[in-house]
């Protein structure tokens, strides 16, 4: 996670929903997973490394996850839920 209102925002979406969250994040070097550290555990909360770029890489979470929602926070760093 790049910026802590992103990590904070995962955290709220997990306390107040019912959804499953999918984080694809490029992990670039302004990353920093320790700001979701207590969330990667969360039966609702998946992360994956990767960029949104790759189209075999989104076209298979998409077809694992089947999301309702797709939510772009930055240009690397992708929920889906």
Not at 19 to 40: F, G, P, R, W
């Amino acid at each position: 996670m790049r910026l802590w209102k992103d990590a904070l925002f995962i955290r709220y979406i997990l306390d107040h929903t019912d959804v499953h969250l999918v984080n694809l994040d490029k992990l670039t070097y302004v990353s920093n997973l320790e700001s979701l550290a207590d969330v990667c555990e969360h039966p609702q909360y998946s992360f994956v490394q990767g960029d949104i770029a790759d189209q075999r890489l989104v076209k298979g979470l998409l077809h694992r996850y089947r999301p309702k929602w797709w939510l772009t926070l930055q240009r690397s760093r992708t929920l889906a839920v």
